[in-house]
């Protein structure tokens, strides 16, 4: 009965605890998020479709680098260690679900006892007993522990997507450059010998007093101006093959490629709307994240200025000694409840409190820049694309008459007296730089193209 009465009375202590309440401890976050429609600059549309959505095998068609990419997702160690980050995040949140269930402990013990001054022969006092404790969630505090600690799971999710977007960026931007490399080091092979067939030509000329010996030794110093620049564009391309090796998890060594001549330029690039990044960009959904958990840490902060409800309780045997140790008189039970009002920690618990909302200013100021940010990446990108394509009539016109220049005054060289020595290497070198140029421009735009991919969030799907 004395027990009934007890449970009775603790029941009631966690019913009244729970309207004690006069105002509300936590607040509700809320996702409202305002998304300026000229986030993209200059690029405004109210069209919702976005190449953010298509995975990154309908984007990059090119099975050698699909492979890569493949390989990239599977090996790269950045990606494992989210991977990994992930697997904390869900043990914290499997523990955050167990602070909702009582503890439970098993104990034992045997020993002598005498009270202070006692003559008689000290008692043999045994014991094996569980005890138990439980709080309960009054003000909300594990709740908003459960939400902070699911946040931080998502944030780590997001974290993995993020990693995996840069990585298949990083793959196919470092892909595209080796193919530029590999454009780069035929035009210049074909050029040093095309110099080289210039100086035996400038040696007949200089034999048939048509040139000087300056000219010959001109068109010498061009073939080797021309010609060193090799080891450097070699040094490039092993690089850059080591870069993709890396982010492959591979040892350093070649990598199969195609020809940059072979590599389609997407024409059909949208962009959707600016609002789309919240969805689509996962480092943007990293900064929300941290700032969820940063908001429910506040919550968490608040509870601790208020009164805290454990019960306690044990049961087991307890006598003094083995023989009767398992009778029913050695059992015992109690149960209590209380409540726990905080007094002279007030100093730490707002520390506590202004702690946790100094971290929730910091993170809210740090989604608002990685907003920013993506929409100046978007923005760049796009610029940078649509600059490479507006450069390409021109530069054909401009390659076109440099061809042009360079054979006729190679032509005026031999037949007449019109033009010099000066005059071919000028040309022949204005037409190089035009025609490195040239290739520097696919790659522009070929980059422009997987920076604008990750820019609105594509390559995690």
């Given at each position: 009965m004395k027990r009934t009465v007890i449970i009775n009375k603790i029941l009631w202590i966690v019913f009244t605890a729970a309207l004690v309440p006069s105002c509300k401890v936590l607040q509700p976050y809320s996702s409202e998020k305002n998304v300026s429609d000229q986030l993209y600059r200059d690029a405004v549309t109210n069209d919702t479709a976005t190449i953010a959505s298509m995975p990154w095998r309908a984007l990059f068609t090119d099975p050698r680098l699909q492979h890569l990419i493949d390989e990239g997702l599977s090996n790269n160690l950045d990606l494992k260690i989210a991977v990994a980050r992930i697997k904390a995040a869900q043990a914290n949140l499997k523990q955050a679900n167990l602070a909702y269930l009582p503890s439970l402990q098993a104990n034992a013990s045997a020993g002598l006892y005498q009270t202070s001054g006692a003559q008689n022969t000290p008692a043999q006092v045994y014991q094996v007993y569980l005890s138990s404790s439980w709080q309960v969630d009054i003000w909300g505090k594990l709740k908003s522990a459960k939400r902070a600690a699911l946040a931080s799971l998502l944030q780590s999710d997001a974290y993995k997507r993020a990693v995996q977007t840069q990585l298949v960026a990083d793959i196919a931007t470092n892909y595209y450059a080796l193919m530029a490399y590999d454009a780069e080091l035929t035009l210049t092979l074909q050029t040093v010998q095309n110099r080289k067939e210039d100086v035996k030509t400038m040696q007949i000329l200089k034999d048939g007093d048509v040139v000087t010996g300056a000219a010959v030794v001109q068109s010498a110093a061009n073939q080797y101006s021309v010609e060193v620049t090799i080891p450097d564009i070699k040094q490039n391309i092993r690089q850059t093959e080591n870069a993709i090796c890396y982010l492959t998890g591979r040892a350093p060594g070649p990598i199969e490629r195609d020809s940059l001549s072979n590599e389609p330029i997407p024409a059909n690039l949208s962009t959707g709307v600016p609002a789309q990044l919240l969805a689509n960009r996962p480092d943007v959904q990293e900064a929300e994240y941290q700032l969820r958990n940063a908001f429910e840490m506040v919550n968490v902060a608040r509870t601790y200025f208020y009164?805290?409800?454990?019960?306690?309780?044990?049961?087991?045997?307890?006598?003094?000694?083995?023989?009767?140790?398992?009778?029913?008189?050695?059992?015992?039970?109690?149960?209590?409840?209380?409540?726990?009002?905080?007094?002279?920690?007030?100093g730490l618990n707002k520390q506590r409190l202004a702690l946790a909302k100094a971290q929730q200013e910091e993170y809210a100021a740090a989604f608002q820049k990685a907003l920013l940010n993506a929409g100046t990446e978007v923005s760049n990108a796009l610029y940078q694309y649509q600059a490479a394509a507006d450069k390409k009539t021109a530069r054909r016109l401009q390659l076109e008459n440099l061809e042009k220049a360079v054979s006729y005054?190679?032509?005026?060289?031999?037949?007449?007296?019109?033009?010099?020595?000066?005059?071919?290497?000028?040309?022949?070198?204005?037409?190089?730089?035009?025609?490195?140029?040239?290739?520097?421009?696919?790659?522009?735009?070929?980059?422009?193209?997987?920076?604008?991919?990750?820019?609105?969030?594509?390559?995690?799907?």
């Open positions: 009164p805290s409800l454990n019960i306690t309780g044990e049961a087991g045997l307890y006598n003094t000694g083995i023989k009767n140790f398992f009778n029913a008189s050695s059992f015992f039970a109690n149960i209590i409840g209380g409540l726990t009002q905080p007094i002279f920690n007030n005054t190679q032509q005026l060289l031999k037949y007449s007296n019109k033009a010099n020595y000066t005059d071919v290497l000028t040309s022949e070198q204005s037409l190089l730089a035009a025609q490195l140029s040239s290739i520097n421009d696919k790659l522009e735009q070929l980059q422009a193209v997987v920076a604008l991919y990750a820019s609105l969030g594509g390559g995690w799907k």
